[in-house]
């Protein structure tokens, strides 16, 4: 976290406190157009990615949002070149080593979420250390979505509970939307209210099918590299001008 903003240090003036978000996730599209459009290699995009995130993790902290999740790499992530996926997962295990200790002095409690199993083991040794040294932070809930598919998570919840079923453990008529929740990655922290999506795209691409059904949806063709407290700062206008009624009057 040693990027230092420039500007909007402090919760812009017409931002109501009291209307942000509790929980932001964000899916960070366009590194590697980014890195194309100034004539770069696609991983420094990625680097560039990194920066933009810490950032905005930071930014959350300094204006009273609560928690920030990010899209850092999908199930459908490993079809991209080899090399490139092989520097994303040398990059996690990189940035989470040598900014662990600045998150914890921040009080940053990380959490990752996604099939981790799948993940190599020198990555997998940083993420477990991680999350156990911050378990204990109360500050901004940081959560990463690595090796992640919102269909999967879907169906080994469903999975999860039909063992339970078949061994005589609940009912069927036992089962609510409380309990699903329980058997889901995310099972303890709270539902998106806004999701953020960069570089233009129209759609959600497999990101927490389950928790987004009422979040606020937020798309612009900024570039995530290039998306910097300005952007977040017109993410959070739109939002708090929209009118939430969960399906209600």
Not at 182 to 209: A, K, V
């Amino acid at each position: 976290m040693s990027v230092e903003p420039v500007t909007l240090q402090k919760l812009p003036t017409d931002l109501s406190v009291n209307r942000l978000p509790k929980h932001v996730a964000v899916i960070m599209d366009g590194n590697g157009r980014w890195a194309k459009n100034q004539g770069k290699p696609r991983i420094i995009g990625h680097q560039k990615g990194v920066d933009a995130l810490k950032d905005l993790l930071r930014c959350c902290k300094d204006w009273g949002v609560p928690a920030l999740t990010a899209y850092a790499f999908s199930t459908e992530n490993w079809g991209r070149p080899s090399t490139e996926v092989q520097f994303l997962m040398t990059l996690f295990e990189r940035v989470l080593r040598r900014e662990l200790e600045e998150m914890k002095e921040e009080n940053v409690k990380i959490r990752f979420v996604g099939n981790l199993a799948g993940l190599p083991d020198s990555l997998r040794q940083e993420i477990d250390r991680s999350m156990e040294d911050t378990k204990n932070n109360l500050g901004i809930q940081f959560t990463v979505a690595t090796n992640y598919g919102g269909r999967q998570e879907i169906i080994q919840a469903c999975k999860a509970i039909a063992a339970q079923v078949k061994q005589g453990d609940i009912e069927p008529e036992q089962i609510n939307e409380e309990l699903f929740e329980q058997h889901l990655y995310t099972h303890g922290i709270p539902n998106p209210d806004l999701l953020i999506r960069t570089s233009g795209e129209m759609r959600i691409s497999n990101f927490l099918l389950w928790q987004m059904a009422y979040s606020e949806i937020y798309v612009t063709p900024t570039l995530w590299p290039d998306f910097d407290r300005v952007e977040f700062h017109k993410a959070l206008a739109t939002y708090q001008q929209r009118d939430r009624r969960f399906g209600k009057v």
